[in-house]
């Protein structure tokens, strides 16, 4: 079993869509959850950063964190043709060696149709 | 524009050759990570190094090793390369290390023929 389970899609959806992209963990041990946004193979960029459980609001975008569930969510609101990318899911919490570990997920692609 | 920074943009090589990539983090940030991407594969953790050690070990092949410089700039090293090698390897860097927000750089796109 991957340590962060996440669909890979392709996920399409109408210009002004409400978009919801999860990702499905097994380690409680994660602590920090993000999700970064890809474009076209380049670098992946930073878009909600949360700690622990709960909600964050950053504009059209909302990420929810379940610990209990092992579960975590991104919302994008009023989709745009522009928000089409890859979207990934990534949590960090302590490895076994010492330090700190960061696993991402597979990356859900999203395509807005204008 | 992350401010970190990779070069060169495109490799292109043969199997069982040796190539270096180059990364620079941003100002101010001690903590360097690479992470390879084929298609089939997603983002993969390699390694971690903070401040000049190695702080973490992901799937990184025997084949392929890192450092990071005194001026905190990092290169992977890989060697005997094989077609299954070809991908896109990113660099990214932080403050500190582990907990707070890695940045990335524009990746390198690798190709073994």
């Known amino acids: 079993q991957k340590e962060v389970e996440q669909d890979p899609g392709p996920l399409s959806v109408p210009e002004g869509a409400i978009v919801s992209l999860n990702c499905t963990y097994s380690n409680s041990a994660f602590q920090y959850f993000m999700w970064y946004r890809q474009y076209s193979r380049k670098g992946p960029e930073l878009l909600m950063y949360?700690?622990?459980?709960g909600n964050k609001e950053d504009g059209r975008f909302t990420a929810q964190v379940d610990k209990s569930s092992k579960y975590i969510s991104l919302f994008i609101r009023d989709s745009q043709p522009s928000d089409s990318a890859t979207y990934l899911c990534a949590m960090s919490g302590p490895s076994n060696t010492g330090g700190f570990k960061t696993i991402f997920g597979a990356g859900t692609r999203l395509f807005v149709k204008a | 524009d992350s401010g970190v920074t990779q070069t060169p943009k495109h490799l292109i090589t043969a199997t069982g050759q040796r190539v270096t990539l180059r990364c620079s983090p941003r100002?101010?940030?001690?903590?360097v990570y690479w992470y390879q991407q084929s298609l089939d594969q997603g983002l993969q953790f390699l390694i971690q190094?903070?401040?000049?050690?190695?702080?973490a070990k992901g799937n990184i092949l025997e084949r392929f090793s890192a450092q990071q410089f005194p001026d905190l700039h990092s290169e992977l090293n890989l060697s005997s390369l094989e077609l299954g090698d070809s991908a896109l390897y990113f660099c990214?860097?932080?403050?500190?290390?582990?907990?707070?927000?890695?940045?990335f750089g524009p990746g390198t796109r690798l190709t073994v023929l």
């Open positions: 190094y903070y401040n000049g050690e190695e702080r």
């Open positions: 990214a860097s932080s403050v500190v290390a582990g907990t707070d927000t890695q940045y």
């Open positions: 949360t700690y622990s459980s």
């Open positions: 100002s101010g940030d001690l903590s």
